[in-house]
Nanobody, 123 residues
Framework: QVHIVESGGGLVQPGGSLRLSCVVSGFSLDNYAVGWFRQAPGKEREEVSCISSIDGSTTYIDPVKGRFTISRDNGKNTAYLQMNSLKPEDTAVYYC????????????????WGTGTLVTVSS
C-alpha cells in the first residue's frame, strides 16, 4: 500500500528555517520525481520545487530561489525541502507528490500525494 507522509512543518519566525521531510512507503522512490507543492489559504496549489529521478536536476519557483533546497535520499525513500530565510508569504500547507521519472510540472500528472504539513511563518 502506498503511503506518503510529510513532516517538519510548524511555526517559525520570519528569517527562520525548517526542513520538511517526505517519507514514502509501498514503492521505491528510485524512479520517481518528487515535487513539493504548497497551498496558502484562498490560493491555488502551486509547485514550489521538483527533483528529477533521472539526473537529480532541480527546479524552483522564483520566490523561493536561493532560499529553498530540494534533495532526495533514495536509500531512505525520503525527500527533503530545506527552507531558509522564511517569509510570512511562505505560510501554507506543503505537500509532497511523486510522478514517474521526471518533473512534468503538471499538478494533474502526479501519481501519489501526501496529506501535507502546515508551515506558518509569523512573529
Amino acid at each position: 500500500q502506498v503511503h506518503i507522509v510529510e513532516s517538519g512543518g510548524g511555526l517559525v519566525q520570519p528569517g527562520g528555517s525548517l526542513r520538511l521531510s517526505c517519507v514514502v512507503s509501498g514503492f521505491s522512490l528510485d524512479n520517481y520525481a518528487v515535487g513539493w507543492f504548497r497551498q496558502a489559504p484562498g490560493k491555488e496549489r502551486e509547485e514550489v520545487s521538483c527533483i528529477s529521478s533521472i539526473d537529480g536536476s532541480t527546479t524552483y519557483i522564483d520566490p523561493v530561489k536561493g532560499r529553498f533546497t530540494i534533495s532526495r535520499d533514495n536509500g531512505k525513500n525520503t525527500a527533503y525541502l530545506q527552507m531558509n530565510s522564511l517569509k510570512p508569504e511562505d505560510t501554507a500547507v506543503y505537500y509532497c507528490a511523486v510522478e514517474r521519472l521526471s518533473c512534468s510540472h503538471n499538478y494533474y500528472a502526479m501519481d501519489y500525494w501526501g496529506t501535507g504539513t502546515l508551515v506558518t511563518v509569523s512573529s
